[in-house]
């Protein structure tokens, strides 16, 4: 299903210019730029809870010691 979505000329235009040069449809450059930004954000996000847990030493030295033993990591069954 898809729907239409309201955008300034600006925009159309630049949509139109990326998908001459790269051959891909607009649909998909506007899908590419939403995963694009989702992903900026969740790296953003992810960095910031990072640095708070850096602000605490207890709950830093706790992650730590997780992450060292490997008691936080996921394994790979499959290896």
């Given amino acids: ?3 239409t979505i309201r955008v300034s000329e ?8 990326l998908a001459s040069a790269t051959g891909k449809p607009m649909v998909n450059l506007l899908e590419d730029a939403a995963d694009d930004l989702e992903r ?3 790296f953003k996000e992810f960095s910031e809870r990072y640095a708070q847990l850096r ?4 709950v830093w030295a706790e992650f730590e010691e997780k992450r060292c033993s490997g008691s936080a990591v996921v ?4 290896k």
Avoid at 75 to 78: E, I, L, M, N, P
């Fill in 1 to 3: 299903m898809s729907t």
């Fill in 10 to 17: 600006k925009t159309r235009n630049r949509f139109v210019k």
């Fill in 40 to 42: 900026q954000i969740f």
């Fill in 55 to 58: 602000e605490d030493p207890d």
């Fill in 75 to 78: 394994r790979d069954s499959s």
